[in-house]
C-alpha cells in the first residue's frame, strides 16, 4: 500500500469519526438536521456514539442530578439585609429534552433554573422575620421555595428535586438579639420544667397523705371495745396453749382480761 492511499484511508477515518457524536454515561441527545427542519421531535437519544452527516449535529444534555449553589441577598419581612446560600438539586426531564432544546437550549440553568431559584427565594424568604429564616423556620422556607419552583420548572421540562438552604447570615446585632432571646427561651423551658416537675412531687405527697388519712380512719371506725376484748380473748388462749410458757395470773385488768405477769421456758 502506497502512501497515497494510506492517505486517504487517514482521510476517511477522520472523516467518519467526525461525523459522530459521542453521547457520555448519565447523559442523553438530540438529534439536529441542519437542512431538514432543524431539532428532531419525538425522540431521544440515549448513550453512546451516534453517526450522522457532517452537517449534521447532536446536542448534549447531561441527565443525571445536578447542584448548583446560588449567594442570596435579600430583605426580611422586617427590612434585615440576609445573606444566605441556597442549593438546588434538579436534572432535564429526559422524556421532555427535545422540547427543552427548541423552547430552552443547552443553557437551561443561566436561562430559567437559576432565575426561578432566585426570584422564589426572594419573595418567600422576604416573609419571615430574621429569627425565624436563622433558626426555627429554615426547613419549613426550603419546602415553599421547592414548591414553587417545581411549579415554574415543570413547565421549562426540568425536574427540582431538593432546594436547601444554608450558612444564613445576618447582621451582629440581629444575631446577638436573636442568641439572648433562644437562651432566654431555653432557661424558660428549665424553670418550667422544674415547676412542673415540683407540682407533681407535691401533687404524690397530697395524694400519699390523703391514702394514709382515709386508711387510719377505716381502721379507727371499726376498732370497738368488743372487737378489741375478742382479739385480746385470742391472744390469751394461744399464750395458754403454748407448751413452751408459763403464766401466772393475778386479778384482772379493766377489760376483764387476765393480768400476764411473765412466763419462762
Keep these: 500500500m502506497n502512501k497515497r492511499n494510506?492517505?486517504?484511508?487517514?482521510?476517511?477515518?477522520t472523516l467518519l469519526v467526525g461525523c459522530g457524536t459521542n453521547i457520555p454515561s448519565g447523559h442523553h441527545g438530540v438529534k439536529y438536521l441542519r437542512f431538514r427542519g432543524g431539532t428532531v421531535m419525538g425522540k431521544v437519544h440515549g448513550e453512546g456514539f451516534k453517526w450522522h452527516f457532517p452537517w449534521n449535529s447532536y446536542f448534549v444534555y447531561k441527565t443525571q442530578t445536578d447542584e448548583r449553589r446560588e449567594?442570596?441577598?435579600?430583605?426580611?419581612?422586617?427590612?434585615?439585609?440576609?445573606?444566605?446560600?441556597?442549593?438546588?438539586?434538579?436534572?432535564?426531564?429526559?422524556?421532555?429534552?427535545?422540547?427543552?432544546?427548541?423552547?430552552?437550549?443547552?443553557?437551561?440553568?443561566?436561562?430559567?433554573?437559576?432565575?426561578?431559584?432566585?426570584g422564589e427565594a426572594r419573595s418567600i424568604v422576604g416573609r419571615y422575620k430574621p429569627d425565624e429564616i436563622y433558626s426555627t423556620k429554615r426547613e419549613i422556607i426550603s419546602s415553599e421555595i421547592l414548591e414553587m419552583i417545581r411549579v415554574v420548572l415543570e413547565k421549562k421540562f426540568v425536574d427540582v428535586e431538593n432546594v436547601i438552604?444554608?450558612?444564613?447570615?445576618?447582621?451582629?446585632k440581629i444575631t446577638e438579639a436573636i442568641n439572648e432571646k433562644l437562651a432566654?427561651?431555653?432557661?424558660?423551658?428549665?424553670?418550667?420544667?422544674?415547676?412542673?416537675?415540683?407540682e407533681r412531687e407535691a401533687e404524690r405527697k397530697r395524694i400519699?397523705?390523703?391514702?394514709?388519712?382515709?386508711?387510719q380512719k377505716i381502721v379507727t371506725q371499726g376498732l370497738t371495745d368488743k372487737l378489741l376484748l375478742w382479739k385480746g380473748i385470742e391472744a390469751t388462749e394461744k399464750l395458754a396453749q403454748s407448751p413452751n410458757t408459763k403464766v401466772v395470773v393475778i386479778g384482772s385488768s379493766e377489760s376483764g382480761l387476765p393480768l400476764i405477769l411473765g412466763g419462762e421456758k
Excluded at 6 to 13: F, M, P, Q, V
Excluded at 184 to 198: G, K, N, T, V
Excluded at 208 to 215: K, L, M, V
Design 165 to 172: 438552604i444554608r450558612n444564613v447570615v445576618l447582621p451582629p
Design 6 to 13: 494510506i492517505l486517504i484511508l487517514a482521510l476517511l477515518g
Design 208 to 215: 400519699e397523705a390523703r391514702g394514709i388519712a382515709d386508711f
Design 71 to 118: 449567594d442570596l441577598h435579600i430583605l426580611s419581612a422586617d427590612g434585615a439585609s440576609i445573606e444566605m446560600e441556597a442549593s438546588i438539586w434538579f436534572r432535564p426531564i429526559v422524556e421532555k429534552l427535545d422540547s427543552l432544546q427548541v423552547t430552552v437550549g443547552p443553557n437551561y440553568y443561566a436561562v430559567v433554573v437559576g432565575p426561578a431559584l432566585r
Design 184 to 198: 432566654a427561651d431555653q432557661e424558660q423551658q428549665r424553670m418550667e420544667f422544674i415547676l412542673l416537675r415540683e
